[in-house]
Nanobody, 125 residues
Framework: VQLQASGGGLVQAGGSLRLSCTIS???????????MEWYRQAPGMQRELVTS???????KYADSVKGRFTIGLDNAKNTGYLQMNSLNAKDSGVYYC?????????????????WGQGTLVTVSS
């Protein structure tokens, strides 16, 4: 399983970025996405949960991003999104996606969490 996060970059304060997190699973495995989370980690700071979404669309946001960030999940494309608007310097950091996957078949039904490698967001003030 691989989670590929992309879309980070340098943006001016007030600008927008759209992050993507694409899930790749080896052929022959059947799975569903139970949910996805986005975390971020600023230099010298602990990693913090920014937002999450369940497979039935229930979302949660950290107070610091409510009204500015929107999380989405496209199950057909095995891809999650994080639309970030009105960015400010405090939003800078490495953004990580994490997903809980349910693998199922006639012989198994198991859940596991996987992490992407992170994508850097830098907001200049």
């Amino acid at each position: 399983v691989q989670l590929q996060a992309s879309g980070g970059g340098l943006v001016q304060a007030g600008g927008s970025l759209r992050l993507s997190c694409t899930i790749s699973v080896a052929p022959g495995n059947t799975f569903r996405i139970n949910g996805m989370e986005w975390y971020r980690q600023a230099p010298g700071m602990q990693r913090e949960l920014v937002t999450s979404i369940t497979n039935d669309g229930i979302t949660k946001y950290a107070d610091s991003v409510k009204g500015r960030f929107t999380i989405g999940l496209d199950n057909a494309k095995n891809t999650g999104y994080l639309q970030m608007n009105s960015l400010n310097a405090k939003d800078s950091g490495v953004y990580y996606c994490a997903a809980e996957l349910n693998f199922y078949s006639d012989y198994e039904d198991s859940d596991a969490e996987y992490w992407g490698q992170g994508t850097l967001v830098t907001v200049s003030s």
